[in-house]
């Protein structure tokens, strides 16, 4: 009978002979701990870490995190967890084509929204303002999900995950338009600190991945998203599949199906066998207008906007309250019952409560945060026998 450790080293031997030599061996993983059972395990190093990120809470909460369009209710329109699924598709059919690592990829994939908030980039926005108006800095949900990831999840000791899968997650930023990219190579842990503690400082940084499949996944982002989106848009009558440039529509397709298409045959055509992925200069100046179309007409568009000031207000409401909780030390709270209970008491220790509060708030779901202001806000019907 073989021995699955064994069929690991033929997989790793494989990987010598197949992988690109500009991708990513397994072997080359690095972790802040290490774990033998990890190390002796049948299972690679990468694909370890994103069944650890498939099976993590702050996963589960992908169900229910606004991709888009928030307040719509449609059985049709995409939720952030079909965007992952999407991007690790898209991504690990690169990774496919370029001999890449698949299971970094889909690890890089599966993580690098982790860290958002409720209600999209528009929550984002709002959080970030609040965070900054008590002195701990800006919000973003890269930094966020390496912080969920590394710190907070199993009760605080984190997943000990891969410097690789944690760098590909912080160094992702979809929404920086790019039409080629190339890895910075040989960082560190100490490497990653400083990057973090830098995007803090200057939300502008611009940050390169260590690994070629980080930057994949970076330019892959917007592949899954841009015609994904679209769709959405049309099928909520916010624009017409007429109404695309032509000269895009022309070269790229009216569809998502023909736009993830003619990206991702555009890109491989131009990557395969470097040391960076990107496009065509006219793909790539396609995908900027329309990319600028999306921003313009559905992003940026008032009929999408007009519940944001109550998401915002309820925010602040929300931040300040848990703040009191935390203050005066209100055990009841949601804060202390539904976040801090499972955690080890050194999360507190060593956290400001304004970090504490938005640690919390941005890993609410949208409906966990609107039930959570009901409760807190709004008139409870008394139930039966209660008087």
Same mark, same amino acid.
């Given at each position: ?67 888009? %369009? ?10 952030? $967890?079909?965007? $992952? ?39 984002e926005h709002i959080l ?56 910075q190579r040989d960082k ?31 330019? @892959? ?55 960076? $992925? ?6 790539? @100046? ?35 309250? %848990? ?17 801090? @209970?499972?955690?080890?008491? @050194? ?9 504490? $509060? ?30």
């Amino acid at each position: 009978m073989v021995k699955l450790s064994e069929l690991r080293q033929i997989l790793e031997r494989q990987e010598e002979t197949w992988l690109s030599p500009y991708a990513t061996r397994s072997v080359q993983a690095s972790r802040r701990r290490f774990e033998e059972s990890v190390a002796r395990g049948h299972r690679q190093e990468f694909a370890v870490d994103a069944d650890r990120i498939l099976h993590s809470r702050a996963y589960t909460r992908y169900i229910d995190k606004t991709q888009v %369009f928030y307040l719509v209710e449609h059985e049709h329109i995409s939720h952030r $967890v079909l965007h $992952v699924q999407l991007l690790s598709k898209i991504a690990r059919t690169i990774g496919k084509f370029l001999r890449l690592n698949e299971d970094l990829l889909e690890a890089i994939a599966l993580g690098h929204d982790i860290g958002h908030p409720p209600f999209g980039h528009d929550g984002e926005h709002i959080l970030s303002d609040l965070c900054q108006t008590h002195g701990i800095g800006p919000f973003l949900h890269s930094i966020q999900g390496v912080r969920f990831l590394d710190c907070l999840e199993k009760n605080g000791r984190g997943l000990n995950l891969s410097l690789q899968v944690l760098d590909g997650i912080l160094c992702h930023d979809g929404e920086t338009h790019l039409e080629r990219l190339s890895p910075q190579r040989d960082k560190t842990f100490a490497h990653l600190e400083e990057e973090l503690r830098g995007k803090t400082a200057d939300p502008e940084l611009s940050l390169k991945p260590m690994t070629l499949e980080g930057c994949v996944v970076r330019l @892959a982002d917007t592949i899954s998203y841009i015609g994904r989106d679209l769709e959405d848009a049309i099928t909520l009558s916010l624009v017409k599949r007429e109404e695309l440039p032509p000269e895009v529509a022309g070269r790229l397709g009216r569809t998502n199906g023909a736009i993830v298409y003619s990206l991702v045959t555009d890109l491989l055509r131009h990557s395969f066998d470097k040391n960076y $992925v990107g496009y065509s200069p006219e793909v790539g @100046a396609l995908l900027k207008q329309l990319k600028e179309f999306n921003y313009q007409r559905i992003y940026n568009n008032p009929r999408i906007k007009e519940q944001t000031s109550k998401i915002e207000a309820l925010c602040q409401r929300l931040f300040q309250r %848990f703040l009191e909780d935390l203050d005066q030390d209100r055990r009841d709270s949601q804060i202390y019952r539904e976040f801090l @209970a499972p955690l080890d008491p @050194a999360y507190r220790e060593s956290h400001q409560p304004a970090e504490i $509060v938005r640690d919390f708030l941005a890993s609410m779901t949208d409906a966990y945060f609107l039930r959570t202001s009901q409760e807190l806000f709004f008139p409870q019907p008394l139930r039966a026998g209660f008087i």
